[in-house]
């Protein structure tokens, strides 16, 4: 979105949830990796992940990750996770809060699994859980499975480790950055009462 097409609060968000689904279609999309953070002991753990399902209707977001992550841990203590995006072309950052909800071994989980690529289905074979201590410098996948060497059959096991993470969005904050004049909103969601207040921030 450019400076001569901003004309209103709606317009904004509406173009905020046109560029989110655009950034799950196109992995050369800017919004197609995000830096999500969560709550680690006190501290904000942040890492990059990769944007996989937006539902503007529903004001969701989704990831995939493994059930033995840090992060999943950390979520099952603290639901509360914040999103940033950004994009350098428009010079447009967002920021959301959000409640997550992880799913696992259920239908929305197999749904996910089957619609995502074998290449991908991979990553969820570890023999140890991310983030484990190594002595060597390692992706932890069994060596026998090669990329040409897949098929649904080896990569199977690890849907046992695949989790599907559906963040509700509470709050989306839209800033506009720009050297004649930087522009804000803020927009939060209300989903018992389908409300969406919107105001305009200063940056």
Not at 14 to 25: F, R
Not at 105 to 134: D, F, G, K, V
Not at 135 to 156: M, Q, W, Y
Not at 162 to 179: A, G, I, P, R, S
Request: overall charge neutral.
């Amino acid at each position: 979105m450019y400076e001569s097409e901003i004309k209103s609060l709606n317009d904004i968000l509406k173009d905020c949830w046109q560029q989110l689904s655009a950034g799950v279609k196109s992995s050369k999309h800017s919004f197609h990796h995000a830096v999500l953070g969560t709550t680690n002991e006190g501290f904000t753990d942040t890492r990059t992940v990769v944007l996989r399902k937006v539902i503007p209707e529903e004001q969701c977001l989704i990831f995939h990750s493994d059930a033995r992550s840090p992060k999943i841990n950390q979520i099952k203590k603290n639901n509360k996770v914040t999103w940033l995006f950004y994009d350098e072309q428009s010079r447009i950052q967002i920021r959301i809060k959000a409640e997550a909800l992880i799913h696992h071994q259920n239908e929305l989980a197999l749904e996910r699994w089957n619609a995502s690529r074998l290449e991908s289905r991979r990553c969820y074979l570890t023999n140890l859980a991310p983030s484990s201590i190594s002595a060597i410098a390692t992706d932890g996948l069994p060596k026998n499975l090669s990329v040409k060497a897949l098929n649904e059959e080896n990569v199977a096991a690890g849907f046992e480790n695949f989790v599907v993470v559906n963040t509700k969005v509470l709050e989306l904050d839209w800033l506009f950055l720009n050297h004649a004049a930087h522009q804000r909103a803020k927009f939060s969601f209300h989903p018992e009462t389908n409300e969406v207040k919107q105001h305009w921030l200063i940056p």
